[in-house]
């Protein structure tokens, strides 16, 4: 069973800091995707990225984060300045054909922010 | 977007109990899938299932997309069942759109 993973599996930072999450798609995959959870919430997207640029993103992707594939397996989301309210569990997901194949999730980072 | 209503919020069972676990979509969907999240928050996938029917063992889903709706079945029910359950339809964006969740709790 192909498998995405994510590190770390938690981080701790002080607010104001910039936090770098990082993640390794399956290999064949195309189309990749951040997602967070903020405790006892639901899981809401913020970011599908695809062919080296975002193709989506959400309210919540505001100018504090960014994406970037720097190679050709890493995927990783930056935090410029965190937030006591980044707080959540952030996920990676990637796709081999868009929409039309299982989405596989990573383990997710736990972000705290202090 | 598409909305996603998940039903019951939450749902308590006796140990051997049967449960049918609802997802009501809004809108016409490339695929969906059904999740567990275990208790180190990780989404663990039960089932991708856009149309028809499939079953895992004591698990099985169903969704019938013209009526935009999914259901997963848990059957003879354990305590290593307890945790949330998601719906998450995907669109022609590819992005997944979560429900609420189904807060299992299964006692033994």
């Known amino acids: 069973e192909p498998e995405v993973t994510q590190t770390p599996s938690h981080q701790v930072t002080q607010m104001g800091q910039e936090v770098i999450l990082r993640c390794v798609p399956i290999?064949?995959?195309?189309?990749f995707y951040w997602y967070r959870q903020i405790l006892g919430q639901k899981v809401e997207f913020l970011v599908s990225?695809?062919?080296?640029?975002?193709?989506?993103k959400s309210e919540i992707f505001d100018d504090q984060f960014s994406v970037e594939r720097p190679d050709g397996s890493n995927f990783t989301l930056k935090i410029r300045s965190t937030k006591l309210e980044d707080s959540a569990m952030y996920f990676c997901?990637?796709?081999?054909?868009?929409?039309?194949?299982?989405?596989?999730f990573g383990p997710g980072t736990r972000l705290t922010v202090l | 977007g598409i909305q996603v209503e998940q039903s019951p919020p939450d749902l308590i069972l006796q140990e051997g109990a049967n449960s049918t676990l609802r997802c009501n979509f809004s809108?016409?969907?490339?695929?969906l899938q059904w999740f567990h999240q275990n208790p180190w928050g990780q989404l663990i996938n039960l089932f991708y299932?856009?149309?028809g029917t499939k079953q895992n063992g004591r698990l099985s889903a169903t969704t019938v997309a013209t009526e935009r709706y999914s259901l997963l079945y848990i059957s003879s029910s354990q305590t290593t069942d307890s945790g949330v359950y998601f719906c998450?339809?995907?669109?022609?964006?590819?992005?997944?759109?979560f429900g609420d969740g189904t807060t299992l709790t299964v006692k033994p």
């Open positions: 997901a990637s796709i081999g054909r868009e929409g039309r194949d299982t989405q596989y």
């Open positions: 290999s064949n995959h195309l189309y």
């Open positions: 990225f695809y062919n080296n640029e975002i193709s989506e």
């Open positions: 809108d016409s969907v490339n695929n």
């Open positions: 299932i856009p149309s």
């Open positions: 998450a339809p995907n669109t022609n964006a590819g992005k997944s759109t």
